[in-house]
């Protein structure tokens, strides 16, 4: 095989309490890219649609983690990589780890599976601290592993698959503001209160349980982010005005995905999810901002092949 195109999904990190530890991944929205082997050395990065973006390969996320990988493995070809992208830079959607992701598990392919999913997440840390400025894996993993992922460590890497309960849906509406992450983090305290700190782990251990057991009461209950989201709910406008109105309309939990500014929710089951979208599209329609609302089942298969 000379040539593989992949579909590399959208990701919700965080989940509430679990800050650039948890994350989930999505079924209903995710960048293309076609992967091939070429005879010239290195990675090119030959076209790129949908955003503006580099194609230097060191200045590209899908490139820089590429990168990282062909230069692990003695081969006398190279690769080219094509993006087709539909995720939104700075949307909070795991933009950048779809594009780290994408380019290795394709390589990947290409060469015969050498490595693990461990291993390729490795390499896709390069290219996602070119874009947040720092290694993080909360994105990349669920969206490599699928489901629901704990990072337990990012040195070494070592992740943790959580199940998902089958009636478990996603609700994600993204407004069309940008909000970087490197500048998201900038804005988070250095400290936080022992109390908080508290709270905080006893929701992630709680989420985790509820998750393993589908205890959706539980989930409800463990949904709630006291560190994180008072800080970066500032920089989403209407985001307290979302948050009241779909938990209102039956949404287990709302919180911002990622650095935001998407605002994601769980739900238990596909009516209550589609309710939830009408709740946040009502909202929004009063503003002046553009937005738009996903909803998805959550993806238990991660990246994959699409031929």
Partial sequence: MNEIKI??????????????????????VGDEMIIRKVDKKGIHITHVEGFDLPLE????????????MYETIDVDFGFEIEIYKNIKPGSGIGSSAASAVGSVFGMNELIGRPF???????????????????????????????????????????ILEIPSPDDLYATIIHPQIEIKTSESRAILPKEVALSDAITQWANVGSLVHALHTSNYNLIKDSLHDVIVEPHRSKLIPHFN??????????????????????????????????????TMENVYAKTDIAFEVHVSKINTKGVKAIY
């Fill in 57 to 68: 390969a060191s200045l590209n996320v899908a490139g820089v983690s590429a990168l990282a």
């Fill in 116 to 158: 693990n999913k461990t291993q390729l997440t490795e390499f896709a840390i390069k290219g996602e601290a070119l874009a947040s400025k720092c290694e993080h894996a909360d994105n990349l993993a669920p969206a490599l592993f699928g489901g629901f992922t704990l990072v337990k460590s990012v040195s070494p890497v070592q």
């Fill in 241 to 278: 005005e979302v948050k009241t109105e779909v938990l209102e309309a039956g949404a287990l939990g709302c919180g911002i995905s990622g650095s935001g500014p998407s605002i994601f929710t769980l739900n238990k089951g596909l009516e209550t999810a589609n309710k939830v979208k009408e």
């Fill in 7 to 28: 579909f590399s999904p959208a990701t919700v990190a965080n989940v509430a309490c679990g800050f650039d530890v948890l994350g989930f991944c999505l079924d209903s």
